[in-house]
């Protein structure tokens, strides 16, 4: 069992402020007796100096420590395996209870350092395409194991004298985010304060499968960068390869997406549409074509995705052929069209092939 679990069941009793956003660590405080004022004191502590040590806090008051050592804990779930790719991609894959694990990927470029974060072990969705699909869906993470992601990468990089923080959030790794509303809503609270990780929210961006019901409520309760996985050109095709679709059809989708863009100021160049180009299935110049009829009145920019492969996969990847005749027929329609480089194909970190570094679980009956 992972050492780190073992420390977390001393602090089963307590409250993990990894957990709790500004607010609900206010409260916290002002339930012990104090101002709200001290509550961003601990956030500077925890998030600017990355300390979990209440002792070590030195601008508090020595009864107020003792009182926090007794009824709370700053417990941050470690990276324990670590995997660095030929491009400089690293995985870091993070062990939770009974043996589960998630995938954590960071993407340095030459601006920008992109964190591209898990919000569940495993996923219900079942894409055809996508390896985390197909291994068994266990839980929603907890705030503080999405938290803990971008508080051990900063950690991480500092020990390592790496002059950078994360400066993008995606949640694009294991799980589909709104189907953990609650917990990532108050997770992002907490990347975007400014005494936490302080992220503008035109850095961060949550990419779902298109719950409806949930980017309903999404769009009143936080407002970040939208980006839709919808993969197909119309509801036959996305049927197959994405059965969420058989309950909220591309329609509902792209009227809900439309009615988050009115609201958010996040999203000023429009929605960002992920396309995983499949050979043979959705990659063909009618396709295309059908796909920017799609989109005409949605305010958009179309991201295309080289398919990357995983064990007992049943797909091929479009060519680059296919791939620049589809590119070039969406940009004479108008649209911004942006060719993904696939990074970390050599470990496994790709979009589409995190599993939890842990393929004996992968189900692979499920074939079209």
Not at 9 to 29: A, C, M, V
Not at 39 to 62: G, T, V
Not at 323 to 352: E, H, S
Request: positive net charge; contains cysteine.
């Amino acid at each position: 069992m992972n050492k780190d679990i073992n420390i977390l069941n001393i602090f089963t009793n307590k409250i993990n402020l990894l957990d709790l956003n500004r607010t609900e660590i206010e409260h916290f405080i002002e339930s012990l007796g104090y101002k709200e004022f001290v509550a961003k004191q601990i956030m500077r502590w925890i998030y600017k100096y990355y300390c979990s040590d209440f002792k070590e806090m030195l601008n508090l008051n020595k009864k107020l420590r003792r009182q926090l050592e007794e009824t709370a804990c700053i417990f941050a779930p470690k990276f324990t395996r670590e995997k660095i790719s030929c491009d400089g991609t690293i995985k870091w894959i993070t062990s939770l209870d009974n043996n589960h694990n998630i995938e954590t990927v960071y993407i340095p470029d030459k601006n920008r350092s992109t964190l591209c974060i898990s919000s569940q072990i495993g996923c219900v969705l079942n894409c055809h395409f996508c390896a985390t699909g197909k291994i068994n869906f266990k839980r929603n993470l907890k705030v503080s194991e999405i938290i803990a992601q971008i508080w051990q990468a900063n950690k991480t990089l500092k020990s390592r004298n790496i002059n950078t923080s994360i400066t993008n959030v995606v949640f694009m790794g294991m799980g589909e985010p709104l189907f953990n509303l609650k917990n990532v809503v108050s997770a992002l609270k907490i990347i975007l304060d400014i005494y936490a990780f302080n992220l503008s929210k035109r850095r961060i961006t949550i990419s779902t499968s298109g719950i409806v019901p949930a980017l309903n409520k999404l769009v009143n309760m936080v407002d970040v960068n939208l980006a839709i996985s919808l993969h197909a050109s119309n509801d036959v095709t996305r049927n197959i390869i994405m059965p969420i679709n058989t309950k909220y059809n591309i329609a509902s989708l792209l009227s809900s997406v439309s009615q988050y863009l009115k609201k958010s100021n996040a999203n000023h160049g429009g929605v960002t549409i992920e396309y995983v180009m499949l050979h043979g299935i959705n990659d063909s110049r009618q396709n295309a074509e059908e796909l920017a009829r799609l989109l005409k009145r949605l305010p958009s920019k179309i991201n295309l995705i080289p398919w990357n492969t995983f064990q007992g996969a049943h797909f091929l990847c479009s060519t680059d052929n296919h791939i620049n005749i589809f590119a070039n027929v969406l940009r004479k329609n108008g649209f911004t069209t942006i060719i993904r480089k696939n990074r970390g194909q050599d470990i496994n970190a790709a979009c589409g092939q995190l599993t939890g570094d842990n393929t004996k679980n992968i189900n692979f009956n499920n074939k079209i």
